[in-house]
């Protein structure tokens, strides 16, 4: 089992940045992680993605904008949002994933806003 934490979620005018975080309660080295996010209505959408060697991809609308990262020593993952727009506002949530035992796992969720 592995337990995820989102953080780092608020209020934010557009063009503004913040930054998510994403703490584990084990070891994700061997665990690709992934942001995604959900709007109300919606199904939930991949926004970026980090393989455990390191290999990032990004949903085309956030490209140039987002930066996913990881930390294995600190067993966190990251989302560094710049140039933040209206139509980002949405719930982010964090997945760990692995092939072995087909595992995956889903954080609670932080609330991000995008608003004047």
């Known amino acids: 089992q592995v337990q995820l934490v989102e953080s780092g979620g608020g209020l934010v005018q557009p063009g503004g940045s913040l930054r998510l975080s994403c703490a584990a309660s084990?070891?994700?080295?061997?665990?690709?992680m992934a942001w995604y996010r959900q709007t109300p209505g919606n199904q939930r959408e991949l926004v970026a993605r980090?393989?455990?060697?390191?290999?990032?991809n990004y949903a085309d609308s956030v490209k140039g904008r987002f930066t996913i990262s990881r930390d294995n020593a600190r067993m966190t993952v990251f989302l560094q949002m710049n140039s933040l727009k209206p139509e980002d506002t949405a719930v982010y949530y964090c997945?760990?994933?692995?092939?072995?035992?087909?595992?995956?796992?889903w954080g609670r969720g932080t609330q991000v806003t995008v608003s004047i």
């Open positions: 997945n760990a994933a692995r092939v072995v035992n087909r595992d995956d796992y």
């Open positions: 084990r070891t994700i080295s061997s665990f690709n």
């Open positions: 980090i393989t455990s060697d390191g290999k990032t």
